[in-house]
């Protein structure tokens, strides 16, 4: 008996095994049309109101899902020849599928374990196994990964399209009836989906009267994918998941992307890029709910939580949203420093740039400089510290002066006075929190606040502006013209002309694009103040998103404008312009020099 059911065994392996091709294809179909069907179940459950009969619907087909998932596994294990390699290869969907029943078999105990009542485990159990399936989602789109060397864009291409996407998805999540207390618009979702994705923090809508819990988790979302640029999120994801090749030709085009000087060094700079975001982002939460927990501020701990995972993300990524209805300036936060500090620091770590992070805290690169004493910091490492601190230090100074008789003249102390000041510039430099009133400030100090917003952060970083090394090329440049130098140095080195030219080219092209904006502007809102509208033009093409409150007076084509400004400005002006152009291939030839009178 047993030897027949053995023998029909292999006799079935056999033919699965003959016909794997043909069962291969029919699985990626059913797999794409299920996963979609999942997914659009899991948004709409959570993103509409759903009837009795529906939500069956959806939950069913989430378990239909899930279903495929564990057949798809068990088929493909009975035409492969070694097991042992195939379950070795599928290490990851094994984990998955123990949790998974680890989850089903043992709810009870979990729930107990947690103390969770009757009335809410449902709800959580579903959110758990909504997120789990999310998890699968993502792994099985990082198996395909191999469609990618089909791929024929240039990386800006690439970058421009993925923010497009990303903005698009959350404007139509942003507009589901969950996500807001009473609706909100086409050109208000686009303005916000837009905002948070390009980590600027500019509001057309309160942001914390529009929107629900749902809606705040799909800000924060769309803040972390837009500050970690979801190209590189999603480059990272692939190439951990995936075991198959991207190819030579991807591995160039993700060179490219973050200008990193080999090949080999692409994923590596990846992944430290995701694993130093998550753990910035992790202390600074843990700090944030360890003191708000103490304050009695929040009605539960589940809100503590979701307040203190946002302002981190929000901090970090340089985005400046905040789930107060004033803002940092709401009476329950304006006057505490602690978590003001926190917020603080996480903007200008997650403003200075990964480079600067990792040539400053690498185990790997100290080690290194300790052997061989005469290693120093790198010189775009050197330069992004000088020329943020003499901003931040230089723009606190004439802030506070500035504003003693003014913003900062009823505020406590002469250290409130310095901490507010000081805190305005490091932390309204690039992510747009405030704690004095933007739109009573003095026209100097606005004109100072536009000088250190379009200067802004560090290159690779999460903050937006033409960047601080780009600002200390035009400055030696300066310096070097009125010193009669044909040659640009640094530290006992020449700055190549490739580095000078393109500084240049970001800082003409971004002012072209504000003044452009500012007189577009004018014409179609010139009831706004036009300090004010030069504000609000410069603080979005920077990505900076302080504002004067004046937002929502703007008509739909002034936000449509601002929406526009804002992406360009996340993108940068030259990925923009490459992105757009064709590039042209550079000959040997030179024609004859010209010389001619300017200045």
Not at 181 to 192: K, V, Y
Request: overall charge positive.
């Amino acid at each position: 008996m047993w030897g027949t059911l053995m023998r029909y065994a292999r006799k079935f392996k056999f033919a699965l095994a003959s016909h794997r091709f043909q069962i291969e294809r029919v699985i990626k179909v059913l797999s794409v049309l299920i996963s979609l069907g999942a997914v659009a179940s899991i948004i709409f459950q959570h993103g509409s109101y759903l009837t009795p009969q529906q939500e069956e619907v959806t939950t069913a087909m989430v378990l239909v899902a899930y279903l495929f998932y564990i057949f798809k596994f068990l088929l493909r294990s009975l035409y492969e020849v070694k097991i042992t390699t195939y379950l070795k290869n599928n290490v990851v969907d094994i984990v998955i599928i123990a949790l998974l029943l680890v989850a089903v078999i043992f709810s009870h105990k979990l729930q107990s374990l947690f103390s969770l009542s009757d009335a809410a485990f449902p709800h959580y159990r579903q959110l758990f196994f909504h997120i789990f399936y999310f998890i699968i989602f993502f792994i099985e789109v990082a198996k395909v990964s191999a469609i990618l060397k089909k791929v024929n864009m240039s990386p800006p291409l690439l970058m421009l399209l993925s923010f497009f996407i990303l903005i698009a998805t959350g404007t139509f999540l942003l507009m589901m009836p969950k996500a807001t207390t009473h609706g909100i618009s086409f050109i208000d979702a686009l303005f916000t989906a837009t905002s948070a994705s390009c980590v600027t923090g500019l509001t057309s809508v309160n942001t914390a009267l529009t929107f629900t819990t749902t809606g705040y988790i799909i800000l924060l979302i769309l803040m972390q994918l837009g500050g970690m640029s979801i190209l590189s999120f999603a480059t990272f994801f692939i190439s951990f998941l995936s075991r198959s090749t991207t190819g030579l030709k991807y591995q160039y085009m993700v060179k490219d992307m973050l200008s990193t000087n080999r090949v080999a060094d692409s994923f590596t700079f990846l992944r430290e890029i995701v694993i130093v975001t998550f753990i910035f982002e992790g202390v600074g939460a843990l700090m944030l709910y360890m003191y708000w927990s103490t304050t009695g501020l929040f009605s539960s701990d589940g809100e503590t939580i979701l307040y203190a995972i946002f302002h981190a993300i929000s901090a970090y990524n340089n985005a400046g949203f905040s789930l107060w209805t004033d803002g940092l300036m709401d009476p329950a936060i304006v006057n505490s420093h602690f978590p003001q500090m926190i917020i603080m620091i996480l903007v200008f770590v997650g403003g200075i740039g990964y480079v600067v992070i990792r040539d400053f805290f690498d185990p790997r690169i100290i080690r290194e400089r300790k052997k061989k004493r005469w290693m120093k910091l790198a010189d775009g490492t050197q330069i992004a510290l000088i020329t943020s601190f003499a901003i931040i230090i230089v723009g606190t100074i004439l802030f506070y002066f500035l504003e003693l008789g003014n913003t900062l003249q009823g505020r406590g102390n002469a250290f409130d006075k310095v901490f507010a000041s000081f805190f305005q510039v490091v932390a309204g430099r690039t992510a747009g929190f405030n704690i004095v009133d933007v739109d009573a400030l003095s026209i100097p100090t606005l004109l100072l606040v536009m000088v250190v917003i379009f200067i802004g952060a560090s290159p690779g970083s999460t903050g937006g502006g033409i960047k601080t090394t780009t600002f200390f090329v035009i400055i030696k440049s300066i310096a070097a013209t009125i010193q009669g130098k044909s040659k640009i140095e640094y530290r006992k080195k020449t700055v190549p002309f490739s580095l000078v030219d393109k500084s240049y080219s970001i800082v003409v092209m971004t002012l072209v694009f504000i003044i452009l904006s500012i007189f577009i502007l004018a014409i179609i809102d010139p009831q706004i103040p036009l300090k004010n509208v030069m504000f609000e033009a410069t603080s979005a093409f920077t990505t900076c998103g302080l504002s004067t409150g004046c937002i929502g007076d703007f008509s739909a084509a002034g936000k449509l404008v601002l929406t526009l400004d804002m992406y360009i400005g996340r993108i940068g002006t030259l990925t923009f312009a490459y992105a757009l152009s064709k590039r042209v291939k550079e000959t040997r030839h030179e024609y004859p020099e010209t010389s001619f009178m300017v200045g």
